[in-house]
């Protein structure tokens, strides 16, 4: 059973445009990370989410927490080549120290 | 500072040997996070210690195990390798117990044959 699932699992998008990735789970996470992998590397820690219906910006990605924290969405404005990668969301169920990674959404941003 | 490193970079090994992949977390860090990531597929927890102790481990066989030496430094051993052992074994590190922003290494490609 994958406890966090990610929507859409690829998504091919031209330069300049908008995207949405969403990270979703029916259980209770006391927080939420959210991590970018590129081939052959580590994943790369771009921001923690805590609080429900928290909003974090980072420069063009914005990520919320949903409101009961069982829920996260990463939203990319204007994309970039540099963008490109494996976008996974990650967090342990409150109560547990099980720390999951969701099952990934591969994003391409074509030039 | 330095950040969360892994040697070898690639190991190649035989069907039945023995392999043993190294990590050395950030500095500071306690917590030492095990993963394998077959291609083109997710993470897949493996271990986790903190403190020298193996606080949670997944749902792999005990010819997988690994240990966390005085210096937070780790190892991970996999013994009689099978051909779907190949993939990237990721290490990472967390300041301590109850933080779960990690910080990844590079990885360290085992290939069985």
């Known amino acids: 059973t994958q406890l966090l699932e990610q929507s859409p699992q690829f998504l091919s998008i031209q330069e300049g445009e908008n995207l949405t990735v969403y990270c979703n789970s029916s259980s209770v996470f006391s927080s939420l990370q959210w991590y970018r992998q590129e081939p052959g590397e580590g994943p790369v820690l771009l921001v923690t989410?805590?609080?429900?219906?928290e909003v974090k910006k980072l420069k063009r990605l914005t990520f919320q927490f949903g409101d009961a924290r069982k829920d996260s969405s990463l939203h990319i404005t204007a994309a970039q080549t540099g963008d490109t990668g494996l976008y996974l969301c990650a967090g342990a169920r409150t109560g547990t120290y099980k720390y999951i990674f969701g099952t990934g959404t591969r994003l391409k941003v074509l030039a | 500072e330095a950040g969360v490193t892994q040697s070898p970079t690639h190991l190649i090994k035989t069907r039945g040997q023995q392999a043993t992949l190294r990590c050395s977390p950030i500095s500071g860090h306690t917590s030492v996070y095990w993963y394998q990531q077959a291609l083109g597929l997710g993470l897949q927890f493996l271990l986790w210690?903190?403190?020298?102790?193996?606080?949670n481990r997944g749902n792999f066989p005990p010819r997988f195990s690994g240990r966390q030496f005085p210096n937070y430094s780790s190892e991970l051993n996999v013994n009689a390798l099978e051909l779907e052992d190949s993939a990237l074994y990721l290490c990472?590190?967390?300041?301590?117990?109850?933080?779960?922003?990690?910080?990844f290494g590079p990885g360290t490609r085992l290939t069985v044959t």
């Open positions: 990472a590190s967390s300041v301590d117990f109850g933080s779960y922003e990690q910080y």
């Open positions: 210690y903190d403190e020298g102790e193996e606080r």
């Open positions: 989410v805590v609080t429900g219906g």
